[in-house]
């Protein structure tokens, strides 16, 4: 079984202050790792993706997340937020990257303020 | 075509009555998924086609929710007998199968409110 933990429901940040988003993942099985975005009234867009290649994971709008096996964790990072950064992050995570249902965490509301 | 399209966006229905939700996946995808997320809580999964092998219903919350897939095509999710707890926004995903890379690919959902 599978399972994902979002530390922090809601997470506050000033405008050019650094992001963190923290995501623990439980798995017997070597993990496919995402990150996604929902904007309000939106659908969920696609932040980034760890699968089994290099451990620091780039991905759209400024953010990354580091794999850490030893720490079963996939932390999403950005260096300096923007308004615009403020919406809904969902950490999830599936056993083979695709085809197989993803579990995802309960998510965390970023607010960013001036 | 270009994304997983979803219909209607919006539907609200009274106590008790059927409604039927549809997704068109990504041509080509293999997999399609369907999530429901209540109002200020995560994705909760329901149910998962793979090509033509059993879907995984594994998270269908009662019988009174059922879906259907043609082939590697359209899927609808059927509630009957709708419940207030029913309302939520049904996110449908496809991706592609076992082994083909790529990622999911989520529609815009359907915010269905049962009144």
């Known amino acids: 079984a599978q399972s994902v933990t979002q530390l922090g429901s809601h997470v506050s940040v000033s405008e050019g202050a650094l992001v963190l988003l923290r995501c623990n993942y439980s798995s017997s099985v070597p993990p496919y790792l995402f990150w996604y975005v929902q904007y309000p009234n939106q659908g969920l867009q696609l932040l980034l993706k760890?699968?089994?290649?290099?451990?620091l994971v780039k991905g759209i709008n400024g953010f990354e997340a580091e794999f850490k096996k030893s720490e079963t964790s996939f932390h999403l990072t950005k260096p300096s937020a923007h308004m615009s950064d403020a919406a809904e992050y969902f950490c999830?995570?599936?056993?083979?990257?695709?085809?197989?249902?993803?579990?995802f965490g309960t998510g965390t509301r970023l607010q960013v303020t001036l | 075509g270009a994304g997983v399209s979803q219909s209607p966006s919006n539907k609200v229905t009274e106590k008790g009555k059927d409604v039927e939700l549809r997704c068109d996946p990504i041509s080509g995808h293999t997999a399609l998924y369907w999530y429901r997320q209540r109002l200020g809580q995560g994705l909760e999964f329901l149910i998962y086609f793979q090509g033509n092998s059993a879907p995984d219903k594994s998270g269908l919350p009662s019988d009174r929710f059922s879906a259907e897939r043609t082939g590697e095509s359209v899927s609808t999710l059927t509630i009957q007998r709708t419940q207030q707890e029913d309302s939520a926004v049904y996110l449908c995903?496809?991706?592609?199968?076992?082994?083909?890379?790529?990622?999911?690919?989520f529609g815009s959902g359907t915010r269905l409110t049962v009144v």
């Open positions: 760890y699968t089994s290649a290099a451990t």
């Open positions: 995903a496809s991706s592609l199968g076992i082994g083909q890379g790529g990622g999911y690919t």
């Open positions: 999830a995570v599936s056993r083979t990257g695709t085809a197989s249902k993803l579990t």
